[in-house]
């Protein structure tokens, strides 16, 4: 039972939401399938972190939220990113690749 | 943007509780249907789709709540739901709540109600511009702040660079003539600077020019706001318009706003340039400009400090120059004082000020332990409560804002009472007030009142909140509900007997303060004043008019008329019936004639060699009679009588200390000495009389010499009648204002008062201390028997079990008693040592106000000790013959 960590880097939970709803509107069963496929099942999304982080971004005007059909035509909550939310994602897209470098420097260097 | 999103969806929640809900519950809802659909299109047969979505969702409340709980709203949410838990609670226990509630009203109001009346005195700048620039300039006597001449003036504010402007004042009692009656006016004679010293202009018309503060200048006055109103209905055309003022017609030229606060002399409505002669100034001295008479004001320069104007004004002082010639007398060579306004006009109440605060934060202290006191009685109670609580999930934090929350809520409820208080306890500041407290008029309940009584409010919610609360340990929320009822008296109610030690410790340093000032004060009444106050009517009769004036053409013509008025009126005051024997005099004892009119020098003929003899003396210049309307004792050769006249041998009284400490051992009677100018003819000592208190009892000012008003230099414009009546002496004012109106009704009366009420008046500050520290000691001994009666009561009533063990085994009632006394009194001792030791220190403070008491008057400490033992013994019995009462059969079946 040696199960690998699965929990999103902290801090990194609404970068990553709002990098997959800048691909498409989404529900939120579909941003968590979205993180998890892409990452290879690296990451996986809690979703009570997760709805809520939906609610405090979607408070912050980075996203906007609307109830709609789905292709199996069921009612969901669709998040749409903003323009706000845009560009909150390009700083924060800059600024942990700014971060993930600078580690990855680290730990490249030897004594 | 995202903060007007945050408050719209924050408060769409708010309002819509429910909406807000489902629209969560409807999200998880469809995540995890998505979750099992997304299993089924993966192949898992439905249940095992279901079982794996609901294995990843976990809990759906809990991720309901995990959702729900984020957002302002819900801080709100918890804070509404704490607030009418905490209404509740308060609701369900009545008497709990009303005893807190007035308690802490109480206290908070009595705080504000102090704080507001100190604050305009002590803290909030003056009402003027820049006001920290704005300094009172002292000569300096024996040490102390004094007046100083004009001449001087003259000098400092030509020589000095520091300030920006100077000025001098002085009373001007002017009598308004032309109304039904004449009216004596207060006001000022100022130099013309003296409004932009202050920095206030006239609201209407100008202010006095320099050309108008010159000798022999024209007639110029300017009016308070209130006299404009008063007199002129706020009639806009009184500029320019004459009014007749001792005889003279003077030009209105300007009216004050009615905010102009006159702090230098409250009472003051009129003012008018001084109008010195500076022709002589330089050679002759023996002038009115030479007179130490005046009280000096200065603004200085911007960015220029106390202490450098100061110096600078010290550098002048001990450096004459010739064009600047000085007497002796205005010499400066003591330096001078410079004070700002602020302190100067605080400085004689400071100490009874700072006496008050201190014995108003102690009633405070009092009244907080109290409400802490009952707070924790009731948390012993609600410990099963709390346990439950803690059962159902809720974290010891949340239990604590709880609490904190209840107590908030009810010390708000003491604020909102309190705010009650403090006005009606402002109001009854105003009315108590002595004369000499400044600032009056500034006193009143206002935004900043609100602030301090907002700011104790919360402080003590919190403080009451949170010392019952971390009593709470966690370890008793857990054991709380197996032992909600078994407890005995455990060890956590030491915080209650230390809070029950510091309400007596508090009490006994408020007494003790209440009780050395109420001896000071019986002491002070039993200060013989060296008359007898009871049945003397005293008022104030002034001349004034162009008849009195001494002219050229006739000179002592005009001071003839003066005297004889004043005799006629006297005359006319001696036929009114119910008086007995009446008087006047140019000085009254315990009045607020002030002492630079009454003092002057004075030298024997004995010591006429040495120039630097002399001494000050009270100069009385009375009418025969005046020492038997008095009742003033003689002790040798005879008063002055009728035979005292112009034309008769100049006739001294003297003062026993005056003749002890220049005669010792010989006969003072026959003696000669010089009162004021020596160009006159010798006054020889034809009696002794005793000593009288002039400026109050408290002070000792023995050196007197009485004259004939027929014999003295100058026939003085105002003197104070002293009537003894058969009957009640205010009830023949009347009657004898109408006599001496009968001659000459143009003469203002003022100051009509009866001797015992200028007694009252001349202590009315150490009343006033002394009546705030009676209140304050009441409610202090009131709270902490009430402390003592509740923590005992308390402790009977968790220990009745262990009391029915104590009885079955055989305890008698006696020992029970004692048990219970015992605790009680054993609290009650230890709050005494220990307010003792803190009463030693807290009357450092009071020793000014103190009179003929020591601070360590053993008297008053016992009585405190043996009053608090008396009131304890009384609050400890109750609960004890409660205790002893137990019937152990009863007690030991109910468990």
Sequence with gaps: ?111 | MSLWRQFTHGLRSLMNRQAADREVSDEVQQYLEEAIAAGVACGLSIEDAQRAARRELGSMTSVQEQVRSYGWENAVRSLASDLSYAGRQLRNNPGFTIISVMTLALGIGASTAIFSAVNPILFKPLPYPHPGRIMMIWSTFEGARSEIAFGSYRELAARSSTFDSMAVFEPWQPTMTGGTHPERLEGQDVSASFFRVVGVAPVLGRDFEASEDVFDGPKVVILSNRLWKRHFGRDPAILGRQIKLNGDFYTVVGVMPSTYENVLSPAAEIWTPMQYDTREITTNFDTGEWGNHLRMVGRLKPGISREQGAQELDEIAHDPWKQFPRPRWASLEHGLIVNSLQDDIARGVKPALFAVIGAVILVLTIACVNVINLLLARSAQRRGEFAVRAALGASRGRIVRQLVTESLLLSLLGGTLGMGVAAAGVRALIALSPSGLPRLDAISVDAVSFVFALAVTTLVGLATGLIPALQISSSELNLGLQLSSRRSAGDHSWTRRALVVTEVALAVILLVSAGLLLRSMRRLFSVNPGFNPTHLLTMQVQTSGHQFDDLASAPGAGSAKRRRFFEQALEAVRGVPGVQQAAFTSVLPLSDDPDWVSTYGAHFEKDDRDPQSGFDVFRYAVSPEYCETMRITLLSGRCINEGDTASAPQAALISESLAKSEFTGENPLGRRLHVGPTNRPWYTVVGVVGDVKQTSLAVDNPDAVYLSTEQTWFADDTLSFVIRTRGDPAALAPAIKEAIWSVDKDQPIVRVATMDDLLAVSEAERHFVLTLFEIFGIVALVLASVGIYGILSGSVTERTREIGVRAALGASRRDILALVLGQGMRLTALGIIIGLCGALAASRVLVTLLFGVSRLDLITYLGVVALLALVSAIACWMPAWRAVRVDPSITLRVE
């Design chain 1, 1 to 111: 039972m040696n199960e690998q960590n699965t929990d999103v880097i902290q801090g990194t939970l609404d970068m990553l939401i709002l990098k997959t709803l800048s691909l498409e509107p989404m529900h939120g069963f579909g941003i968590a399938r979205r993180v998890e496929q892409i990452s290879q099942g690296v990451f996986k999304v809690n979703p009570g972190s997760l709805l809520t982080a939906l609610q405090r971004l979607e408070r912050a005007g980075w996203l906007d939220a609307e109830w709609r059909q789905t292709e199996n035509s069921r009612r969901a909550k669709f998040y749409t990113l903003t323009r706000a939310g845009k560009k909150q994602l390009e700083v924060e897209t800059a600024d942990w690749t700014r971060r993930a470098s600078a580690i990855a420097r680290l730990l490249k260097a030897e004594g």
